[in-house]
């Protein structure tokens, strides 16, 4: 029996097929059934044709020498939030040369959602006039870790900071807010940009929003200003 095929991480609305490998027997009669084990529940629990599950078992193959069989199951399911986060699949084989049943796993497998961001909104700060807020929503991830956010001036690195807030979503996924806070003065020069960079997780590409205060001279905004997209490198 061979390894069970698993993907590297699961992503809500794409699909996925599982395949388990199964050879070598004989006679041609086998049993593969396949199980589900969420995270947390103790005890996996047979995975049956439905609409978010279906399972594909072709009649086993002869080898050409005819001494055994071969057949490959394939599981085909489609992830959905994160409720999927960790769930684990088994592919168990019955026979009978075998004493117990065999199974092999795909081990836990992780769901993630990549974060979606609004643009960059500048704030008035009541509280410190002579500051500029600076603020980025990081919308629907999953998991709630944020690896990284880092905020530039003309592509100075100038801060990296932590989400000022986390808020959980409805549907198992978070948002967060990064806000940042710089003196009004250090915001002139001619074509002025802004950029926030979000990683959310370690190997994930940064995503990026870049903002354009204007020509030198212009006091640093105080109402929401739209974004734009930077350049393509």
Known sequence: MGEV????????????TLRCLVSGFYPGQ???????KGAGEREPRPVDGSDTHSIHTPAPSRAPDGKSYSVESELHFTPSGPEDDGVEYQCRVEHETLQKTTS???????????????????????KAPQKTLFAVRIENFYPQHIQQIQWKVDGKAWERSKPSEIIPNPDGTFTATSVWRVPSRSLTGPGLR???????????????RELCLGDAGQSAPTTQVAAHEPPAP
């Open 5 to 16: 095929s698993r993907p590297q991480l699961l992503v809500p609305g794409q699909a996925v």
């Open 30 to 36: 086998v049993a593969v059934t396949w199980l589900r």
């Open 104 to 126: 092999k796993s795909t081990g836990p497998l992780p769901l993630r959602v990549q974060p979606q961001l609004s643009h960059i909104h500048v704030l008035p700060d009541g």
């Open 194 to 208: 802004v950029r926030v960079s979000v990683k959310h997780n370690p190997g994930d590409i940064p995503m990026e």
